[in-house]
Every structure is written in C-alpha cells, then in structure tokens.
C-alpha cells in the first residue's frame, strides 16, 4: 500500500457514500524480481552467431559459453537456433571461452547485428534500447562485458552532455541497504494526507486509447509492487483499475475525456493536465482509428472520430481561475492532493510559482523530449523548453520565493535512464515521471507508429484487441518490476559514491555535474 496517513477506517470520513459502496478491496503486487524472458523466439541481439554446415554437433561450444547462446535440449542431436542476444561478441575472446577459435571445425561465425544501424534513434540508441530489454528481463544492470552504452544517448545535447563528478572513493561509506530512495509528496502540511513513494518517480499519463489495457494494467500493477503511482491520462479511467485505486493518478486534461465525480473520488492524486510538452499549444490527439468502441464509450465520443482535447482549459485564463480549479477538485475529494502539469515555456518559472500559490502539491513540468510516437515531430523538437533547462529555473525561482520545501517538483520528457533521473533531481527536481521507458521494457522498438490503431508491432501503444493479446498482464508486470529495480540498483550506486544517505540530499547539487562543453575535468 502507499505510505499514506488515512487508513481504510479514514477513508470512511472522506469519501462519499456513494464511491464507498463503490470502493473494492484493494489488490497487493509482490515486489518479486524473477526472469521474464523476451516474448519473441529470436529477441533482437547485438550480434548474430552463425552455425555453417561443418558444424560436427560436437558440443564444445556449449560447453565452453557462459552466457548460455547455444542451447541443445536433452535428447536432441542438434542445437537449437542460437540465442545470440546473451551473446557479448568478439569482448569473449579475452574471456578463454571464445566459442569461434575454440570450435574444432571452424563452424562459427559471430558478425554484428546491420539492425543496430537502425533501430533506435540519437536519443534513445540501440544499445540503450537492448540495455533496457536486459534490464526488465534480469532485474539487474547490465553486465559490464556486454558493452552496452545506455547511460547516455547520442543527441548531443541535454542530459547526454551531462556527467556526475564522482569523487575517487565515497568521502563517507554509506551501507547501500540503507540509502533512501523515497520521496514525499505532500509538502505543504494542509492536513490532507501525506504520501510517500519508494522510489522517485512514477508512470506517466498514457490513456485508455493511446495504449491497450493491457499495457495501462501493467503500469498499475508495478505501481503497486513499488509503492508509487501510474496515471490513467486523459482517457478515462477503467474499470479494471479499480482493484489498484490507490496507487493511480486520474487525469483532468482540457477535453475532460471520461472525467466523472466518481473517478475523481476513487484516487489519492489528481492531475490537471494544462499542456504536454510533446505538443504544447496543440492539446492532446487520438486519431479515429484507435477510436474503438471500447475507447469511444470509455470516453462518451463518437465511434472511429479523431478526438483532438483544446489547448487550453476554456474555464481558466488566470492564476485565479485555476484556483478555483484546485478548489473544485478537492470539495469533491477531500482526501486528494492535487498536480498541476505544465509544458515548458519561456515563463515556465512563472507558471510553477502561480501553481503553487493556487493551492497545488505538486508542480509536474514536461519537457519537449517526451511523448510517443504519436506526438508531430514538428510540435516535439522546436516548441517547448528541454526539461535539462526548465528545472534549475523552476527550482531557483521557487527557492528565490521561498516555496521550495512547500512544493514537490516532478520532471518529465526524455528520462530514460536511471542516470537521466539522479540529473534531473541534481538540477534541482523532487523526482520524475517515466512513459517511454516503461513501454521499452514491454518490448517497444521506438518505431513511432503510435498513433495508427494496428500500427504498434508489438501489441503496446495499440486499441486493437488482436494485437493487445499479443501480452499478458502478468508478463508485463514482471518486466516493469525489473526495470525499476535495476534503476534502483543505479540510483542507489550514484548516491553511494556520493556518499548520501538519501536521494533527497542530491537535489539541486548541479555542483556535482559537469557539462561536456565546457569542462574536461573528470573522464567521459
């Protein structure tokens, strides 16, 4: 259960009657890391082993490999096809146990992959991309024999030209079980609950319609195992969710899409969703195709028509008007704390100190790296301001103010990696919201097909019932268990050679990064 400070016998004071006989019990995830495994036969690998026609089936090189690549099952004379993705390439032959010069036949032959040329993109790359498949398959790090570069893409800017100083040995020797990676996220002591996560950050907003259900079921139930949150977006909120309440973030965005006095009741956060820095000035888009019936009675439209929700909130044109936003919100839930999501503009510091003063918990900036593929590419790389940028501002005005310890400062929109995450709180954020990189450890292969109904090859960001049985719920729980894991396994490695006790204590420490352009001081 989330750390919160109302129990069930609490809730009965603060919800109405009619959402308590609503109400059902509440489903607990165990926080189990076990191996979930690729759900394709031949997963996409750095390298590809070839087996010629010389091969003598003598088993040498399954003797010799440590990684498991060949496989011959009991009984059967020959191998299976290899499982080149557990393959660490040409790096073995330093290991003794190269499997291509210790073949008696010379029958082996280990190339690269030509797909590594093209799978990814400058930010997130290959490696990134089969790094993080590693990750929610293990629930560990990457070993380091497989050479994968993913704490860091190639787009040449941002968090990609930003590196930690780490100091030779740890200046006080922390024990690693006992680094706190939680986060508070109700600082301003108004008497509604606290609520505290395990970890610092939660799942993105990603609607009923945008992604299957099964994808959102997944995010909910890591959620749970995490003790943190998943947001339903803005496409209304689904019965299956109910099970996990306390664990959701519900979404009011300007086309209040599902938005009922019900679903606002179930859940602990409500998020008003302002602009998303995929698209600011442009309001959120579901194009008719993914506008099944399912979709279209979750969010009361009209069957196989494109939804475009309005940039703005035609009710709020003022500080003052998103009080009385604020305010609404929570008469009709008194137990809720309220997030305010912006895009980042010029002014963003301005936004975030408005926000505060209107009454918000948490002040939820999106940068313009985030997004699915859906999002115009036109909207995502020239609009909005990059996060890296946004948050020292937001987190200097606020302190300037005096508001930063009233306030938690969540950043969002190109956090990819655990590294990504511990810049974003030393430039001076609370803590992150994660989309893509949940959707990578399903499988995702950043083909940017995300607004066709049936354009997702592997049943992720997809409407269509055919293709969304392509995942069970179970598997996809597991694989975002394991990747937020091995993120903490990470952060926690950070902070220890920083010598901290908690995540907290990294916030706002840009003296502990360096930027690439301008100091050398510290190898790459």
């Not at 070839?50 to 060949?70: D, F, M, P, T, Y």
């Not at 191998?79 to 190269?98: D, M, Q, V, W």
């Not at 380091?144 to 040995?169: I, M, Q, T, V, W």
Request: one cysteine or more; proline letters at 5%; a positive charge.
């Amino acid at each position: 259960m989330a750390s919160f400070s109302a129990n069930e016998s609490d809730l009965k004071n603060l919800l109405p009657v009619n959402t308590l006989k609503t109400r059902v019990p509440q489903v607990q995830v165990e926080r189990r890391i076990v191996p979930a495994p690729s759900r394709y036969r031949n997963e996409i690998s750095k390298y590809i082993l070839r087996r010629s026609h010389e091969c003598i089936q003598c088993g040498r090189c399954a003797q010799s490999c440590a990684h498991g690549v060949h496989v011959r099952k009991e009984g059967y004379k020959y191998f299976c096809e290899p499982r080149s993705y557990l393959c660490i390439g040409p790096a073995c032959e330093k290991l003794n146990h190269y499997c291509v010069t210790g073949c008696p036949e010379s029958a082996l032959q280990i190339i690269e992959n030509p797909m590594m040329k093209v799978l990814g993109d400058y930010r997130w790359t290959a490696d990134m991309i089969l790094a993080t498949w590693r990750m929610a398959e293990t629930g560990a790090v990457p070993p380091a024999e497989y050479g994968y570069e993913y704490d860091c893409g190639n787009s040449g800017g941002g968090f990609d030209k930003l590196r930690f100083k780490f100091p030779a040995k740890p200046p006080v020797n922390v024990p690693r079980d006992q680094i706190d990676t939680g986060i508070e996220l109700n600082r301003r002591g108004d008497g509604r609950p606290s609520i505290r996560i395990d970890v610092p950050w939660y799942g993105g907003g990603m609607s009923f319609g945008s992604v299957s259900n099964v994808t959102q079921l997944s995010k909910a139930r890591c959620a749970v195992a995490w003790n943190t949150f998943t947001c339903t977006g803005e496409g209304g909120y689904m019965e299956r969710m109910r099970p996990y309440d306390d664990h959701v973030i519900t979404q009011v965005a300007t086309g209040l899409f599902g938005v009922r006095e019900e679903t606002i009741q179930r859940v602990p956060i409500v998020e008003f969703k302002y602009a998303q820095g995929a698209k600011p000035g442009l309001g959120g888009h579901l194009l008719g195709d993914k506008n099944t019936p399912a979709v279209a009675r979750m969010r009361e439209a009209v069957l196989g028509i494109s939804l475009f929700s309005p940039f703005p909130f035609h009710s709020v044109y003022s500080i003052e008007d998103h009080m009385k936003h604020i305010d609404w919100i929570k008469h009709v839930n008194k137990r809720a704390l309220i997030s305010t999501k912006v895009s980042t503009p010029t002014d963003v510091d301005m936004v975030a100190v408005g926000s505060y003063a209107a009454g918000t918990h948490i002040i939820h900036i999106d940068g313009g790296y985030g997004g699915t593929g859906a999002a115009p590419d036109i909207a995502k790389k020239n609009i909005a301001m990059p996060i890296e940028y946004a948050v020292g501002r937001v987190h200097k005005f606020l302190t300037d103010e005096g508001a930063r310890d009233k306030v938690t400062l969540i950043a969002s929109g190109g956090v990819r990696t655990a590294h990504d995450v511990a810049k974003a709180i030393a430039l001076g954020a609370d803590g992150v919201v994660i989309g893509t990189a949940e959707l990578v450890a399903l499988g995702c292969l950043r083909c940017t097909r995300c607004e066709s109904g049936r354009g997702c090859p592997r049943g992720i960001a997809t409407t269509d019932p055919e293709l969304s049985a392509k995942m069970t719920i179970d598997w996809g729980t597991q694989r975002m268990i394991n990747m937020y894991n091995a993120w903490r396994e990470q952060l926690v490695d950070i902070l220890w050679r920083f010598g901290m006790r908690s995540v907290s204590e990294l916030r706002g420490r840009t003296d502990l990064l360096m930027h690439l352009d301008y100091t050398n001081d510290v190898e790459r």
